[in-house]
Structures are given as C-alpha cells and as structure tokens.
Nanobody
Framework: QVSLVEHGGGSVETGGSLRLSCSAS????????MGWFRRAPGKEREFVAG????????YYADSVKGRFTISRDNAKNSVYLQMDSLKPADTAVYFC??????????????????WGQGTQVTVSS
C-alpha cells in the first residue's frame, strides 16, 4: 500500500513553468513505478510521464516530450514533474500514480492502482 499527495499546482501564463511534487507514504518506495496523468475538462484521462524505480528509464506523452521532465528522489519518497514552456492545452488536474512493480513496458497503458488526489494546473493565454 502507498498513499500519494501532490503539491505544486497553480496558475501561470503561457510559456511559464511549474514544478509538481508527489510525496509517497509507506515502505519500499523503490518497489513502485511512478507516473503522472492529467485530466482536462471534458476530456479523457491522459498519460503524461512515467519513471522506473531507479530513474533509469522515463517515458513521455508526445504532447509533453521536450517540455516536461519527470524525476524521482528515492531518499525522499518523492517524484517530480518539471513543466516548462507551458501551454493553455496543458491546463488540467494532474495526478500522481504508482504501480506495484519497479518497471513497466507500457506505462501509458497500465492501470495504476494508486492515485493521489490531484492538483490543478491552469495556463492562461
């Protein structure tokens, strides 16, 4: 079992940056593959990024590749999402997720069992 809490959402203008963080409670954080999803108003949930247990492999949705960076600090039981060059299309509630395995072959297709409560990101034009 793991509990996830996101922080760092807010409002920025187009081209701005935000850094989201997610703190995980529980033991053996390195046993979990970590990901970020988002849900925009009126749209389906969308995979954003994922990272393996030691940070050695990361994956990104095409829509954020080159602008967003996922990282993790296992000593702090935390995962981060650095978001740069933000666009209005990035406006959504962002969720931190955990999978009970250290690696995933298709992180965008996996049904993550653990979710945070979400944090709102709003990008104005």
């Amino acid at each position: 079992q793991v509990s996830l809490v996101e922080h760092g959402g807010g409002s920025v203008e187009t081209g701005g940056s935000l850094r989201l963080s997610c703190s995980a409670s529980g033991n053996q954080f390195t046993s979990y593959y970590m990901g970020w999803f988002r849900r925009a108003p009126g749209k389906e949930r969308e995979f954003v990024a994922g990272i393996s247990w030691n940070g050695g492999r990361d994956y990104y949705a095409d829509s954020v590749k080159g602008r967003f960076t996922i990282s993790r600090d296992n000593a702090k039981n935390s995962v981060y999402l650095q978001m740069d060059s933000l666009k209005p299309a990035d406006t959504a509630v962002y969720f931190c997720n955990a999978a009970s395995c250290p690696e995933l072959e298709y992180p965008g297709l996996y049904e993550y069992p653990y979710w945070g409560q979400g944090t709102q990101v709003t990008v104005s034009s």
